[in-house]
C-alpha cells in the first residue's frame, strides 16, 4: 500500500507518538507500540492493588494518588457524571482497611469503566514504576516498532509520546522495555494533562506546544474516536490496524488511511 506519508511535508503523529522535524512530525497511541497493557500492565493493578495500597498507604505519595482520586469522585459528583462512590474518606478517623478497600473499589470501577483520569493514571503509573524496578514486568514493544522509530529520526524527525498513560508511565514502558532502555528515541511526552484524546483541542494544544502547525502533524492511532478528535483539529490521521484491536467499521476502513505496522510508514520530501 502507499504510505499516507509518501509526497508530503506533514508531521506524523501516531496516537501516542509524536514525531517532528524538518520534513515531517509524527504521534503515536500506546497500542500501536505495546502488546503488553492488556495481558500484563492492567491486570497487574488489579492483582496487587490492595496489597500496594496497604503497603504504602502513610507514604505521602500513596496519599497524593489517593487525594486525587478523591477530588475526581467530587467533580464527578458536582458534575453530574457516573462514579464508583459518593465518597472517598481519607481521614485518620476512618478505618484504614475499609478506606483502602474504598480505594480498591474505586480503582476497579473506572478501569472497568474504561475512565482515562488523571487521578487514575498517576496510581497506575507509580504501581508500574515499582513492579518494573522490581524486575516483575517489562514493557513488550511490536518488532517493527523501534527500527521504525530509528529510521523516522534519521530521516529527521522527531518523535514524541501522547497517551491516556501518565508521562511517568510512558517513561517506564520506554525505558524497562523487552528492547532496553529506548527513551532516546523520543524527545518528549503528553498525557492527559494537556486534555483527553478524544477532544480535538488537545491536539491543537500539542502542535502549539511542538511549535508546530496542525496541518503538519500526522496522528497515527488505534482508536477512531481520538483519529476523529485530531482530524477535526486539522491534523492528519493514519489508523494502526494492530491484532486484539477494536474492530473497525466499513466506513472507516474506506474513510482513514490504514497500516499494520510502522515500517509502513514512510518519510518522503523535504521542508
Known sequence: MKSPLAGTNKTVALGSIVAYGATQAAVCNKGNYFKVSRDILFPYIKDHLEEYLSAHWEEDECKQDVHLLKKQVEEDLRLHRACAQHSLDQSGHTDEEKAIREVVDNVLWQMASDRKSTALKQLQGHMWRAAYAAGRIKGEVYQDVVPSIRRWRRQGLKVYIYSSGSVEAQKLLFGYSVEGDVLDLFDGHFDTNIGTKVESKSYV?????????????????????????AEDAGVNVAVVVRPGNMELTEEERSHYNLITTFSQLEVNGSA
Open 205 to 229: 494544544r500539542i502542535a502549539e506546544r511542538m511549535g508546530c502547525p496542525p496541518e503538519e502533524i500526522m496522528f497515527l492511532t488505534d482508536v477512531t474516536r481520538e483519529a476523529k478528535a
